[in-house]
């Protein structure tokens, strides 16, 4: 009975301290959200190209050494 009334408190604790560090935490605006997005869909696209021309590169060079060596 102890120990539950102990865990109530803990988990009541938890949860003051944890909305107290929330209310500390700088949101970003929309806008800045948005930017962000923005950045990180286009680097994925970018790097997501990038591999897919080193794959196409890859892969036609293995096929090329395939060929001259397969009799």
Excluded: H
Aim: glycine fraction near 6%.
């Amino acid at each position: 009975m102890a120990e539950e009334k102990k865990v109530t408190k803990d988990r009541g604790r938890w949860f003051r301290e944890m909305r107290s560090e929330l209310k500390k935490v700088v949101w970003p605006t929309p806008q800045k959200v948005a930017r962000n997005t923005g950045t990180v869909i286009l680097y994925s696209l970018l790097f997501g190209a990038c591999i897919w021309i080193f794959d196409g590169v890859a892969a036609m060079f293995i096929k090329t050494l395939l060929s001259l060596f397969a009799a």
